[in-house]
Nanobody, 121 residues
Framework: QVQLVESGGGLVQPGGSLRLSCAASGTILRIGTMDWYRQAPGKQRELVAQISSGGNTDYSDSVKGRFTISRDSAKNTMYLQMNSLKPEDTAVYYC???????????????WGQGTQVTVSS
């Protein structure tokens, strides 16, 4: 069983910054792609950023240049550095991780509980 624990959400003014963390614990053999999603009220959940096991990254156009996704393999932790925050970034942010066996086959997909980010004056 794998657990993902998120932290770092909160209230911030437009133009401010936050750093979200997602720590994986439990029995982990390998972690493949990790992602940050977000969901605002009345909207579908959308992919914000993802990072592969090799460190390749991809971003939604709406956050490109403002957000940076990273991971620390030694700590099984993923981060999302969010700069120049806008009111439209307000959402619940969710961590997702693909857990693999040592043969690089998918064992499961796991989600964090979500953390609220509110950008408001």
């Amino acid at each position: 069983q794998v657990q993902l624990v998120e932290s770092g959400g909160g209230l911030v003014q437009p133009g401010g910054s936050l750093r979200l963390s997602c720590a994986a614990s439990g029995t982990i053999l390998r972690i493949g792609t990790m992602d940050w999603y977000r969901q605002a009220p009345g909207k579908q959940r959308e992919l914000v950023a993802q990072i592969s096991s090799g460190g390749n990254t991809d971003y939604s156009d709406s956050v490109k240049g403002r957000f940076t996704i990273s991971r620390d393999s030694a700590k099984n932790t993923m981060y999302l550095q969010m700069n120049s925050l806008k009111p439209e970034d307000t959402a619940v942010y969710y961590c997702h991780a693909e857990v693999l066996n040592i043969g690089w086959h998918t064992l499961g997909n796991y989600w964090g509980q979500g953390t609220q980010v509110t950008v408001s004056s």
